[in-house]
């Protein structure tokens, strides 16, 4: 290594020695290159060491002048000599001062583990006991402090307990102002207890250095943290073994930082167990109760029982609060899981007997005619002449009826039978008697009742089996028609209406020819005549209509579609012809189906019927209208963004509305018309909808919806080429591109660029394009606009071996100037290897345009062309270094004198 000074050699060698030991450097000058200046010889000078008991006269001559610094070797001369140790001293040898000064103790008070003993040089320097080289400072931690656990050092002060004057700090560093001893002496450690909720190991350097976690605790002067006890939490920095109890219902092992909740079924206050008390049975708890509560009425509950109802009672059971077990509700009331004894009563009616979750009714042919009875005998019997259901709250609950008859104790009524009746509230069977019901007849011939005779009418009489007629009784002639045998009344009397087609063809009722058929109705009662049906009055006449009936073949309207007959007689078909009309189209009648009239109608062009082609079964007049076509109208983008045209949505057939202007956006296109679907031949997508052409017939169908598609072209631009600024030569020719189509990069023609290489691609937009690449597409989305990509060059590599220089305004390396010299440059295994344009490779010197390896030869030097270090700088004849050496200046020459240590 060397390190430049600034001292002169001469050809004189200097030596001396006294008391020690001679060491010699080197000072070489001129030594660049390894040899010594022409005519020269470097100097050697010599340091001295002295050897134990001695110590180096250049530090002073007494103990009380020395003002050294151990261990340095600076501010020597050449006179200095080894002196013998003062007296009271203590000297080691080499260039070390003497050790002069008194012991100190240093008293740790409990503490371990420091250093015991320093001394103070009568200088007032302080020295630590096993050595004397090293002093201790403000700065330096030069002694080992004590330990001690549970406390925190303080220093050493130079009374007990931290009184007096501060010596050494906390740090084991000397203390900024440390008092001047006179003699031996001994000072004091400082101690600070660790404060309450934290602890202290041996060599904390704070009275909070550690913090007690949660469920820990400490006091003053702990070197660690112990549990909190059992039944207790803390949080971080507790000061005492419980800092809070837990609490009623609460519980914590030792050590806890919180509290649990005590199990549900047990109790207890500020415990140390899950479960110090378990609950009764009766009782109950819930997790963290501190006491047990009696279970819920209508409840029982067991021992640690866990909720309010552990077991609830059930039907016919009860219970009140704090309850083990579960009673019978009593007799005559009832309920589900009760809180009392009789939590209802049973209704009149019903009873219950002990335990009933629900009252039963009273037997049939009993009553209950109060609250609360106790047994199925409920109130007594049911009164002869009455019923009694089940239930019954009365003893003539219900009144036997006409016909029946009802004992003691009937839950129901009982019939007479046959033709015997009886009147109201009968009590026995013997009270029935007969009487004829309808259909039936007295007849004189046998005293009893009779099947009504045929074309007769029997409406029912009475008597009993002691009657004696000489007359029939009950029995009435039919007026007209007949009557099959047991009729009941007039109306069972039947007479025949006949049907006459009038003209149509077909069946009805059965049967053919002029005749439709017959219909039997109820003398007197209104009849209800047949109507046309496709199974079973099937007739038709032409294109005409069956209207009614009529009782002429000449009617034409009118008619009847009932009849109350009171003898035969004959009704005739009423036909009327089918009428068909159209608005807004032409129509044609057309034969029936099933009575109903059908029209062939068609609508004129964007019209169409509004309803079905027929009309109503029986009506001869068929009204239809054609309405005009209404359809919408919706909008696509086409593979574009944007909004829709807000209008029109909704065209009516020829009310003449206008496709809209185009208000969607594809970028790299323009719109080129609108594409129409979902519509008649006008509209099947072949042909392109300008905006304003008429869009108000593409439809024939009502509610339809035709799409109008917006359609795209693509834009077009223009591609040039450009060899780039600085550059010469031809671009290629440009093109003429499409959006989204690719077109191949063009290769370079003649463009190039001095100090520059081409890189075989072409620049836009800080994207590359590689000539010869399918790569060009989309440069530009907008229509008719030109793009110019610019040749893309990349710097030469460039470099100068040493004794060149580079001259970049050429871009060449050149020989290395007279007076100059010039290191290897920007060269790397013999090539090239600096950007030709990078960043601090070159700069411009005056007039002049050169590398950075072009320097200058120092002072008044010179140099050869191709110079290629400072060693190759010399003195001219005229002005050479033995010559003026004496004018220059130490400062001028540092820069190449150098000393090898």
Sequence with gaps: MYKKIAVFCRKNLVSHVRNGLLAAIAI?????????????????????????????????????????????????????????????????????????????????????????????????????????????????????????????????????????????????????????????????????????????????TSVTQNECSAGTYSQAGWSSCQNVSAGCMGAAKATTSCPTACGGGKWSAAGSASCKEIKAGCYGTSGTQECPNECSAGTYSQAGWASCQNVDAGCMGAAKATTSCPTACGDGKWSAAGSASCSQIKAGCYGTSGTQECPNQCEAGTYSTAGASKCTDCPGGTYGSTKGLTSEACSGNCTAGYYCPAGSTSATQNSCTVGNYCPEKSASQAACGGDLTSNANAKAKTECYLTCSAGKYLAKSSNSCATCLADHYCTGTGGNLKYSTTADQGITKCPHGSSAAGSKKES???????????????????????????????????????????????????????????????????????????????????????????????????????????????????????????????????????????????????????????????????????????????????????????????????????AEADISKLSVTDGSTITLTATWAANTYTVKYSCGEGATGTPPNGISAEYDKSYVVASNKSCSKKGFKFLDSWKYNNTNYVSGEKTIKNLTAENGATVTLTANYEPSKVGCSAGKMFDYANVECISCKSGYYCAEWCMKDGQPNCDY???????????????????????????????KTITMCYFDGKNNFKDNIGSFKIENIKSYVYVKQ
């Design 28 to 204: 070489f000058m001129f030594c660049v290159s390894g040899a010594n200046a022409a005519g020269y010889t470097c100097d050697t000078k010599v340091y001295v060491e002295c050897k134990s008991g001695y110590y180096l006269s250049g530090y002073g001559s007494s103990a009380s002048s020395l003002t050294c610094s151990n261990g340095t070797e600076g501010g020597i001369t050449e006179s200095a000599s080894c002196l013998a140790c003062p007296t009271g001293c203590t000297c080691s040898g080499g260039t070390k001062c003497p050790l002069c000064g008194y012991k100190i103790t240093l008293d740790m008070q409990s503490g371990s583990g420091g250093t015991t003993m320093i001394y103070q040089h009568n200088n007032g320097n302080y020295y630590k006991e096993d050595t004397y080289t090293n002093q201790i400072t403000s700065s330096v931690n030069a002694i080992t402090p004590p330990r001690r656990a549970g406390y925190v050092f303080g220093g050493y002060y130079t009374k007990e307990s931290g009184a007096g004057t501060l010596v050494i700090t906390s740090t084991g560093n000397l203390a900024s102002n440390p008092p001047n001893f006179t003699a031996a002496a001994t000072v004091y450690a400082k101690w600070s207890a660790c404060t309450a909720g934290y602890y202290c190991p041996a060599g904390s």
């Design 492 to 690: 069972d009397c039947k007479v025949v209406v006949t049907l006459n087609k009038n003209g149509g063809s077909g069946t009805c009722g059965g049967q053919s020819g002029t005749t439709a058929g017959s219909v039997t109705c109820s003398y007197n009662v209104e009849c209800a005549l047949p109507t046309w049906n496709a199974s079973t009055c099937n007739f038709t006449n032409g294109n005409e209509i069956f209207q009614n009936w009529g009782t002429s073949s000449l009617a034409m309207s009118g008619g009847v579609t009932k009849i109350t007959a009171t003898d035969s007689t004959t009704l005739y078909a009423i036909w009327n012809d089918t009428v068909c009309s159209v608005e807004n189209g032409t129509s044609a009648v057309q034969t029936p189906t099933n009575n109903t009239p059908k029209c062939n109608v068609t609508c004129n062009d964007g019209y169409q019927v509004s309803g079905p082609k027929t009309g109503e079964a029986g009506k001869t007049t068929v009204s239809y209208t054609c309405s005009v076509v209404n359809y919408n109208i919706k909008y696509a983008n086409g593979g574009g963004t944007g909004n829709a045209p807000a209008s029109p949505t909704k065209c009516t057939y020829g009310d003449g509305k206008k496709a809209p202007a185009n208000t969607y956006k594809k970028t790299g296109y323009h719109f080129n018309g609108w594409k129409c679907t979902g519509g008649t031949s006008a509209c099947d997508g072949d042909d392109i909808i300008a």
């Design 837 to 867: 344009n990078q960043s601090g490779i070159y700069a411009n010197i005056g007039d002049n345009k050169y590398s950075k390896n072009f320097t200058g030869c120092p002072l008044k030097t010179t140099s050869d062309v191709g110079a």
